[in-house]
Every structure is written in C-alpha cells, then in structure tokens.
C-alpha cells in the first residue's frame, strides 16, 4: 500500500509502560515448561499463560531484559538461568494492529526457585504450574486456554528449542 487515501477515526489504545515482556521458561533436565494460570479480564476467565508484564519506567526504567527478569522471579519465583531473546536484537513486535503497545519475547532455560521472591502486582493472584511439557503447551494453545500473544511467545521459544543443539528437546 502506497498512500492512505481514506480519512478514518481508529480507536487507538495504549498500555502504560515502554512495553510489554513475555518470558517461557525451560527446564532442559525435565524437559518441561512453568507455565501460570491466572484471570484474564477481557475474556473474563482464568487461562494458562507464561510469565508476563509491562516495562515500567519507575521498576525497570526503559529495559526491556530487566522487566523480563523481574516478570519472571514475580510471577514464577524463578530467577537466572540462560537468557534468548525470542525477536532479533533492537526489535519490538507490535502487539496489535490497534494498540500503541510493543512486545518483546524471551526464552529462558535452567532458572532456579527463588525463595523470597519478589512480590506480585495488587491485582494478580497467580497459580504456579510447573512440568508441562512442550505436548501439553500445544495441547493447551490449541484448546484455546491461553491467550494469543502467550501463544505467540510459547511457539517462538518451541521453535528455538527444537533448533538448539544444547538445549535437546
């Protein structure tokens, strides 16, 4: 599309923050995923997601790996562990075609239980699900009980595992 020729009002939304963080966490020994089950309010119910959240600028000023890394310890209890970055370096996906908000995806392999970690946000009350392995992540995109863009990221982190000559899956 060369020129837009039509003039139109989009509803246009945008989340606080730089950006948004999605991190799939890996167990090579287990060969398993940790996964969260939590409300979801646009849909308005509990779905199965992986680790997630925005980057806010008084938590993580504009880093998007610090925000991966705290997103991770808040709503899994993991920390460490090896780091991919899921899109190419310096680049961001745009979550939507009508929201302002940019995603950057991780993949992180071997992060340890962390025993006093940090809080969650007031408003999440998040269950744990750890051993799930890549058959049950498919099973669970393809019932439809986890979101798009925890999709998105799941399939990503699959894709680099089954690429990875370390990381056998």
């Known amino acids: 599309m060369k020129n837009r020729t039509k003039e139109v009002d989009f509803e246009i939304f945008n989340q606080l923050g730089k950006g948004c963080v999605l991190i799939f966490a890996w167990?090579?020994?287990?060969?398993?995923?940790?996964?969260?089950?939590e409300y979801n309010p646009g849909p308005n119910k509990i779905l199965n997601g992986i680790a997630a959240g925005l980057v806010e600028a008084d938590?993580?000023?504009s880093c998007y790996e610090?925000?991966?890394?705290?997103?991770?310890?808040?709503?899994?209890?993991?920390?460490?562990?090896?780091?991919?970055?899921?899109l190419h370096e310096g680049k961001a996906m745009a979550?939507?075609?009508?929201?302002?908000?940019?995603?950057?995806?991780?993949?992180?392999?071997?992060?340890r239980k962390v025993?006093?970690?940090?809080?969650l946000?007031?408003?999440?009350?998040?269950?744990?699900?750890?051993?799930?392995?890549?058959?049950?992540v498919?099973?669970?995109?393809?019932?439809?009980?986890?979101?798009?863009?925890?999709?998105?990221?799941?399939?990503?982190a699959i894709e680099k595992l089954e690429n990875s000559e370390k990381y056998e899956m």
């Open 27 to 37: 167990d090579s020994k287990s060969k398993t995923a940790t996964l969260i089950r």
């Open 59 to 61: 938590k993580h000023g």
């Open 66 to 86: 610090t925000a991966a890394r705290h997103e991770l310890e808040e709503e899994t209890n993991l920390s460490g562990g090896a780091w991919f970055r899921l």
């Open 95 to 111: 979550m939507d075609k009508y929201m302002m908000s940019e995603v950057v995806a991780y993949l992180v392999v071997d992060a």
């Open 115 to 119: 025993e006093n970690p940090r809080p």
């Open 121 to 136: 946000d007031y408003e999440e009350e998040i269950e744990i699900v750890d051993g799930v392995s890549v058959e049950g």
């Open 138 to 156: 498919m099973e669970i995109i393809k019932n439809g009980n986890m979101n798009c863009i925890c999709a998105f990221a799941s399939l990503l």
